[in-house]
């Protein structure tokens, strides 16, 4: 079984919306740590939203106000609403797993998914 599989990125005008969805499996899904990240083109995998095994949840700067995150345990699945997009929000978004601690830097016992693109034009 894939362990993380997203979906539902897009093309979006500024100002736009867009819910990314991780279907995690039954082991994935309970690690301590689920999150996001995203890396545009020539810049560095870096974290945008964090959720943690109690619930808590967790931002970087640029995305706070306009991003959410939550899940829906009953069906293993984790969301991020995007909203008043931003041609700098365009990247490869990454839903991620990680055991005992939430991180917004990417590390090697992270587990990732493929990826979904978000683009998003002025």
């Known amino acids: 079984q894939v362990p993380l599989v997203e979906s539902g990125g897009g093309s979006v005008q500024t100002g736009g919306s867009l819910r990314l969805s991780c279907a995690a499996s039954?082991?994935?899904?309970?690690?301590?740590?689920m999150g996001w990240f995203r890396q545009a083109p020539g810049k560095e995998r870096e974290g945008v939203a964090s959720l943690y095994s109690d619930g808590r949840t967790s931002y970087t700067d640029s995305v706070k106000g306009r991003f959410t995150i939550s899940q829906d345990e009953a069906k293993n699945v984790m969301y991020l609403q995007l909203s008043s997009l931003k041609p700098e929000d365009t990247a490869m978004y990454y839903c991620a797993a990680r055991r005992n601690v939430c991180s917004y830097t990417p590390a090697s016992d992270h587990v990732w998914g493929r990826g979904t693109q978000v683009t998003v034009s002025s």
């Open positions: 039954e082991y994935t899904y309970r690690f301590d740590c």
